[in-house]
């Protein structure tokens, strides 16, 4: 089971740019494909984007596409999402999971990291 400790979120202006990273702490992310989830004020939470064990594949939900890239650096047990052009309806806590396998979207554990608030003005 990983223990994720996401960071880097802030406050944003609409169309600006932000990256988050999640740590794996006491645990290791290197066997698990990993991605970013997000809750909306009074929304559930969704799936945003993940990327497989080696980093070679990626995939997005289709509002982020083209805007966000995930990557990871296993030596660092470190998952990024790289944020750009961001909207007001970003604004979620963002969280990291793994997940099962790649091609999945929902997450393989149901506990969860503190999340990380973006917060974008327009």
């Known amino acids: 089971q990983v223990q994720p400790v996401e960071s880097g979120g802030g406050l944003v202006q609409a169309g600006g740019s932000l990256r988050v990273s999640c740590a794996a702490s006491?645990?290791?992310?290197?066997?698990?494909?990993m991605g970013w989830f997000r809750q909306a004020p009074g929304k559930e939470r969704a799936f945003v984007a993940a990327?497989?064990?080696?980093?070679?594949?990626?995939y997005y939900v289709d509002s982020v596409k083209g805007r966000f890239t995930i990557s990871r650096d296993n030596a660092k047990n470190t998952v990024f999402l790289q944020m750009n052009s961001l909207k007001p309806e970003g604004t979620a806590v963002y969280y990291c999971?793994?997940?099962?396998?790649?091609?999945?979207?929902?997450?393989?554990?149901?506990?969860w990291g503190q999340g990380t608030q973006v917060t974008v003005s327009s």
């Open positions: 999971n793994a997940l099962s396998y790649c091609g999945e979207r929902r997450p393989a554990y149901n506990s």
């Open positions: 006491g645990s290791t992310f290197l066997p698990y494909t």
């Open positions: 990327i497989s064990r080696s980093g070679t594949l990626s």
